[in-house]
């Protein structure tokens, strides 16, 4: 079934008589349907919608996306305040959305929207997270591009799946991510970068320069130091991302936790314990926590959340051993 968002925008399309988006909206709806199997009211909705009369335009694809196997599609429902980081971070995520939600009016100066993104930071500091909110917060399709499928050793065919990437990029409008876009993206000086490899990214660069789609493309790297430099003015904003700060560790407990248990109230000791681990591990620790409180029907308590965060960290110390 549609959401109320986009039954909303279907409403709003048919008032504004903007043929265009009223046959975007309804193509967005047939994909999630197929996505639940509802094949024939699917391509019931797809024939309807072939039926809407618009001027040329990037619209979402329907067929495309469900038989290119390099994009995993999803219609995310996450929201830029469940995401915490600075407030620095925070403001450019927010001016990015903000710019995409008036890009027609920034047209008209001759102007366009930050459309091209790319994300550093170190493994679960959100960099995903933030594609999946900036998809939701736009009402667009998120699209994760499979590194896997995309890079192969054959010559010449990497860059040629690159190619069909873009074309998605450019037809069907939706939040495009990179995820370890350093696979694609590594400096060409470096010793250990075979020519294919240049080639690839002699590829991405090309193709990121000519897009002028309406699609938002999201790189995201754990290192930046491996990224060629001519990457860096291709793109409109470079977003990096820290480990928390004891502010931000103190934050993560009191979201996660405190909608459990409002008594809840991170100790300094809990906070300075965590704060060399990432988000993603915090939360980690945070579930566990609530999934053995559901279990066992006890409090969370502070030395049950320390006694996980130490079995985390023992994990580290094995790996570096």
């Known amino acids: 079934m549609a959401t109320a968002d986009q039954l909303k925008s279907l409403i709003k399309a048919h008032n504004d008589n903007d043929n265009e988006k009223f046959k975007t909206v309804v193509l967005q709806i047939a994909a999630y349907e197929a996505k639940l199997n509802h094949d024939s009211f699917a391509r019931e909705l797809k024939k309807l919608a072939d039926k809407t009369g618009s001027k040329k335009a990037n619209i979402f694809n329907f067929n495309q996306q469900l038989a290119n196997p390099m994009l995993e599609m999803s219609f995310p429902n996450d929201r830029l305040e469940d995401l915490i980081v600075s407030d620095d971070i925070r403001e450019r995520i927010q001016r990015i959305l903000n710019e995409y939600k008036n890009r027609n009016k920034l047209k008209s100066y001759g102007m366009s929207n930050r459309r091209k993104i790319l994300i550093e930071g170190k493994p679960g500091t959100g960099k995903t997270f933030t594609a999946s909110i900036i998809a939701s917060e736009t009402r667009l399709p998120l699209y994760i591009v499979q590194m896997d499928k995309l890079v192969t050793k054959f010559m010449g065919e990497t860059s040629t799946k ?109 906070v300075e314990k965590s704060i060399v681990l990432s988000h993603a591990e915090i939360i980690r620790v945070c579930e566990d926590a609530i999934k053995e409180s559901i279990l066992d029907n006890c409090e969370i308590t502070q030395s049950k959340l320390l006694s996980l965060v130490e079995e985390r960290l023992r994990i580290y110390n094995k790996k570096e051993a």
């Open 162 to 270: 690159l190619r069909q990437i873009f074309d998605s990029v450019e037809n069907s409008v939706g939040v495009y991510l990179f995820d370890e876009f350093d696979a694609i993206g590594a400096d060409r000086s470096l010793d250990n970068e075979v020519g294919e490899m240049r080639r690839i990214l002699n590829s991405f660069l090309q193709f990121i320069e000519q897009d002028s789609s309406d699609s938002i493309i999201v790189a995201a790297t754990n290192n930046q130091k491996l990224l060629d430099q001519a990457l860096f003015r291709r793109f409109d904003d470079v977003l990096h991302y820290p480990m928390p700060t004891e502010s931000e560790v103190k934050h993560l407990y009191e979201y996660k936790i405190a909608s459990f248990q409002s008594t809840f109230a991170p100790s300094k000791k809990l």
